[in-house]
């Protein structure tokens, strides 16, 4: 930068917002310029620019990722950072195919934004990406956990990629959604995608499945079939389940990875296909690698990219959206009005450890709307099995012996690691998070249900990121 100071404008309608990257900025050193509105910025641009600029997505008139493009068209090249209150998966993927260096959610911690700004000037001037494209049809995901908006930057990171990913997470936690939203926000979104669970099919008719058949290649082939290869040539297959695959497929679908054709069962002449594989599992398959469960070789031509998506209860932050969305969604499947969790209701749901995870909560939206009898969900409407009063709230005497097991089983597994470094934090942020919900999201109110003072909650959230 030749010695001077970073030049970094803002640009959001939010002045708190605008005030505090202005002073934290300051604070390091860089010269700033902020504007409520993109005409303000535009009108500047015709005489200056920033070695660095950052954007919101809402803003009234032309909105962020508009203001994105149109720097495009004009022919400006600088890094732009997009920050936005919409912790949606929409959001981040339109940023990055509109170029933005970076994706950001509110509320987010000043530190990094600052130190996220020092990159974007290290890498200095770059081409935005190009228009943004309108919203494709992908299922909802939303999250302002840490782990989710990570899942979120990586979907949009490979919004322009075909490149092979594998997807691991517990069962329940959304695997195919982002398998899905993966191929609806890549070059291949208009041509097919495929799914197959590789457990949902009889090992034994698995390799027809997968890649077809000729007639009479076996007892009951009458006519030739097109396997799951063939029908997604030009798109996506999503390979769902793969650590149960037998060693003999797990050998086919590497020659097909490694050479792009296959031979039907019973075929003489290879086929060529041009196909991006995505695969899931809720295993863990370098311990499957050791194990000899696993081919190593195809073990690394699918874990090109890794994508991990978090179990629920490892984003509780994320439970209150989550029910909210999914409760409207049930409403207008019934076509009734849409039920409202009262707080005592949602703290006792957002302590539940939901081991479906977003399935289960889904299902238990749809289930809640059916059976509470009021427009509200009261503690007394949620059952034994989604944590109600005559499940894990069933007094304290029944909390401290689970508390006791879940000690003892600790302390039988002899990884070494002290009791209380494990239980504390885990602890701390389900009370947080239950005060926080009781407290409708006001820290004073919730500081006072924990009996901390405030910047004592305030530190403690930004410990556990809870923000």
């Known amino acids: ?162 490149m092979t990913v594998l997807i691991t997470g517990e069962s329940g936690t959304g695997k195919e959604l982002v398998a899905r939203a993966l191929h609806e926000h890549s070059p291949r ?52 389940e793969i650590g149960d695959m037998s060693p003999a497929l797990q050998t086919r679908l590497l020659r097909v990875l490694a050479e792009g054709e296959f031979y039907r069962v019973g075929g003489q002449m290879p086929i060529r296909v041009d196909v991006r594989v995505i695969a899931a599992t809720n295993q863990d398959l370098a311990e499957a690698v050791k194990d000899g469960r696993f081919r190593e070789d195809l073990f690394h031509r699918l874990n090109v990219i890794h994508i991990e998506t978090p179990p629920l209860r490892e984003r509780r932050e994320d439970i209150p959206l989550l029910m909210d969305h999914y409760l409207r969604e049930a409403a207008r499947e019934l076509r009734i009005e849409p039920k409202r969790l009262t707080p005592d209701a ?18 238990a939206c749809r289930r809640l709307t059916v059976t509470a009898p009021g427009a509200e969900i009261r503690p007394e409407d ?21 508390l006791s097991r879940w000690a003892e089983g600790a302390l039988q597994d002899g990884t070494g690691k002290p009791l209380l470094e494990t239980a504390l934090p885990e602890f701390e942020k389900v009370l947080i998070t239950t005060a926080l919900a009781h407290a409708r999201g006001h820290r004073q109110d919730a500081a006072r249900l924990l009996g901390w003072g405030r910047n004592t909650l305030a530190r403690k959230i930004r410990e556990h990121r809870l923000d």
């Not at 202005?22 to 070695?51: C, H, I, V, W, Y």
């Open 1 to 162: 930068m030749n010695g001077r100071p970073l030049a970094i404008w803002v640009v959001d309608d939010d002045a708190s917002v605008r005030w505090v990257l202005d002073r934290a900025l300051t604070n390091e050193g860089m010269e700033t310029r902020t504007f409520e509105s993109a005409d303000q910025l535009f009108d500047a641009l015709r005489k200056d620019r920033p070695d660095v600029l950052i954007s919101d997505v809402k803003m009234p008139g032309m909105d962020g990722l508009e203001a994105l493009g149109k720097i495009t068209a004009d022919g400006h090249a600088f890094p732009i950072i997009i920050i936005t209150a919409h912790a949606d998966l929409d959001s981040a993927v339109a940023a990055y195919r509109g170029g933005a260096f970076e994706y950001l959610p509110k509320p987010f911690d000043v530190d990094e934004a600052v130190a996220l700004v020092r990159r974007a000037a290290r890498v200095g001037p770059r081409r935005s990406g190009g228009q943004v494209e309108a919203e494709r049809a992908v299922p909802t995901m939303l999250g302002r956990a840490p782990a989710m908006q990570e899942v979120f930057r990586t979907i949009g990171r490979l919004a322009r990629s075909s």
């Open 189 to 240: 979104a208009q041509k097919p995608f495929i799914a197959l669970n590789t457990t949902a099919i009889a090992a034994e008719l698995l390799e027809s499945e997968l890649f077809g058949h000729e007639r009479g290649a076996f007892t009951g082939a009458d006519s030739r079939r097109i396997g799951r290869f063939e029908q997604a040539d030009g798109g996506t297959l999503f390979l769902d």
């Open 346 to 363: 949602q703290a006792q749901l957002v302590a539940f450890d939901w081991p479906g995870n977003v399935r289960q909560l889904v299902n």
């Open 382 to 402: 949620i059952p034994a099995d989604l944590g109600g009063r005559s499940g894990v709230r069933a007094g304290t005497s029944d909390w401290s012996l689970r």
